[in-house]
C-alpha cells in the first residue's frame, strides 16, 4: 500500500525545502517507495482529524496500513529499517547511523532553530542584536566539532545514509544565513546533499506546492 504523508499546503519558507515534511519526501525518494501527500492548510493542522493524527498539531505525519507516525525522525527510522538505501548491512554502521540521526536532531538542530525564531519572531525586540553574537556562538561551537569529525569523508559514515540526511536537513537551515560559509567542508557536504537525484525530486514536488498554490 502506497503510504500518505502530511505536508504544507503553503509552505512558511516560500518553497525552500526546508519545512519537514521535505525530509520524508527526501528518504521515501531515496528508497524508492511512492507516497501519497495530504496537503494541510495552518488551519487544518489544529481541527481534530489532524490531531489525532499528530498530537501537537504540526507536521509531517505518516500513515500505512497498521501505522501511524508524527515526527520526522521517527518516520525516518521507520523508512530506513523498512526499506534498503539508508542503513548499511553491518549493525554496528547501522547503529552509527542511527547515532547521527539523533545527533542532528537533538544536539546540532536546537541552537539553529533558537536563532532562527530570534531572526524571526524577535527581530523587532532590542535584545535581539545583543542576542545574536551568543546565539551565532552556540551553533558554531556545534560546527566547528561537525568539521573535525566528517575531515574528507564524502558522508559521516562512509556510505550516505539517514544520518546524513537528516543531518543535510538540519544544515539547510541555515542558508538564510553566513555561519555556513564559514565552513567550506560543511558546505560541500550540504551541496553533495542537494545534488542527490532523490533530494532533487523531492524538492521538485515540493516547489510544485507551492508555485500552484501562488497561482491559485
Not at 521515501?28 to 498530537?55: I, N, S, W
Not at 561551537?141 to 561537525?146: E, G, H, Q, V
Not at 562512509?158 to 560559509?181: E, N
Request: contains cysteine.
Amino acid at each position: 500500500m502506497t503510504p500518505t504523508l502530511t505536508g504544507f499546503a503553503n509552505s512558511p519558507d516560500r518553497g525552500r525545502g526546508r519545512g519537514r515534511d521535505m525530509r520524508v519526501r527526501w528518504a521515501l525518494e531515496e528508497v524508492g517507495q511512492p507516497y501519497d501527500v495530504r496537503l494541510l492548510t495552518f488551519a487544518e493542522m489544529k481541527e481534530p482529524p489532524h490531531l489525532a493524527l499528530h498530537p501537537f498539531g504540526q507536521i509531517p505525519t505518516y500513515e500505512e496500513p497498521g501505522l501511524q507516525l508524527f515526527e520526522s525522525g521517527a518516520i525516518i527510522l521507520h523508512i530506513a529499517e523498512t526499506h534498503k538505501g539508508l542503513f548499511p548491512a553491518e549493525p554496528g554502521a547501522r547503529m552509527r547511523a542511527i547515532n547521527w540521526m539523533f545527533a542532528a536532531l537533538n544536539t546540532v538542530e536546537p541552537p539553529i532553530l533558537e536563532r532562527e525564531t530570534a531572526m524571526l519572531l524577535e527581530r523587532d525586540e532590542s535584545w535581539t542584536v545583543k542576542r545574536q553574537p551568543g546565539l551565532d556562538a552556540r551553533i558554531c561551537k556545534r560546527l566547528d566539532a561537525l568539521v573535525a569529525y566528517l575531515g574528507d569523508r564524502e558522508w559521516l559514515e562512509g556510505m550516505f545514509t539517514a544520518g546524513d540526511l537528516m543531518m543535510a536537513s538540519v544544515l539547510f537551515r541555515l542558508g538564510s544565513s553566513s555561519l555556513l560559509q564559514r565552513y567550506p567542508s560543511l558546505s560541500a557536504y550540504v551541496a553533495r546533499a542537494e545534488a542527490r537525484p532523490a533530494y532533487r525530486r523531492a524538492f521538485a514536488a515540493q516547489l510544485a506546492v507551492f508555485e500552484a498554490g501562488n497561482r491559485a
